[in-house]
C-alpha cells in the first residue's frame, strides 16, 4: 500500500482527486483539514504510482510526495523515527536536506526539527548537508496529530504545472 500526500490550489480537490483517481485507477483519495492537500491510499507499489501520475495530464495538481511511514506528531518521535529511516538509506558523503513543513499546531517548529534532525544525521552519519541539491531528503509533513515521514531521492518527488 503506497500512500502519497498531494498538494493542489486550494478549491481545486474535487478536480485533482478525480485526476488522481484516474491516472492511479486503483486508489482511495481523501482531503485533509487543510485546504490544498489531499492523502491517497492506492495498492501500487510506490515507483508505478509516481511515474503513472508524472505521465498523466493534469491540471490541478502542484505536487505529489510518497510518504512511507506515519507517526504520532511528537518532537521526540519524529525525530528518532526519521533518523532511523536516514540511517538506512543515507551513506557516508551522501547529501542530504531535511525539510518539514508543519499544518497545525502539534509541534512548535517545522524549522527547528530541520536543525536538529539536520545536525543529528551531519553528525552521526557523516553525511553533507545539501539544501539546493541533495542525494536525499528526509521529508516531514506535520498534518495535525499525524506526521506523515519518507526518505527519498528527489527524482521521486513530482512537481507539476497547474492549469488556472
Given at each position: 500500500m503506497t500512500t502519497l500526500l498531494v498538494t493542489v490550489p486550494g478549491g481545486r480537490e474535487g478536480d485533482a482527486a478525480l485526476e488522481l483517481e484516474w491516472a492511479l485507477g486503483d486508489a482511495r483519495v481523501r482531503r485533509a483539514k487543510w485546504r490544498g492537500v489531499l492523502i491517497v491510499k492506492t495498492r501500487l507499489k510506490k515507483d508505478e504510482a509516481l511515474e503513472r501520475i508524472k505521465e498523466f495530464d493534469t491540471t490541478a495538481i502542484f505536487k505529489v510526495l510518497p510518504l512511507e511511514k506515519l507517526v504520532r506528531s511528537k518532537k521526540e518521535i519524529i525525530m528518532e523515527e526519521?533518523?532511523?529511516?536516514?540511517?538506512?538509506?543515507?551513506?557516508?558523503?551522501?547529501?542530504?536536506?531535511?525539510?518539514?513543513?508543519?499544518?497545525?499546531?502539534?509541534?512548535?517548529?517545522?524549522?527547528?526539527?530541520?536543525?536538529?534532525?539536520?545536525?543529528?544525521?551531519?553528525?552521526?552519519?557523516?553525511a553533507r548537508?545539501?539544501?539546493?541539491?541533495?542525494?536525499?531528503?528526509?521529508?516531514?509533513?506535520?498534518?495535525?496529530?499525524?506526521?506523515?515521514l519518507s526518505v527519498i531521492k528527489p527524482e521521486e518527488i513530482v512537481k507539476k504545472r497547474v492549469e488556472f
Open positions: 526519521a533518523f532511523e529511516m536516514a540511517k538506512e538509506r543515507i551513506k557516508e558523503a551522501e547529501s542530504f536536506a531535511v525539510r518539514c513543513k508543519r499544518r497545525g499546531n502539534w509541534i512548535s517548529s517545522g524549522k527547528e526539527i530541520e536543525i536538529e534532525l539536520g545536525a543529528k544525521i551531519k553528525e552521526s552519519l557523516k548537508v545539501d539544501l539546493t541539491n541533495p542525494d536525499w531528503y528526509v521529508w516531514i509533513e506535520v498534518l495535525g496529530k499525524k506526521t506523515g
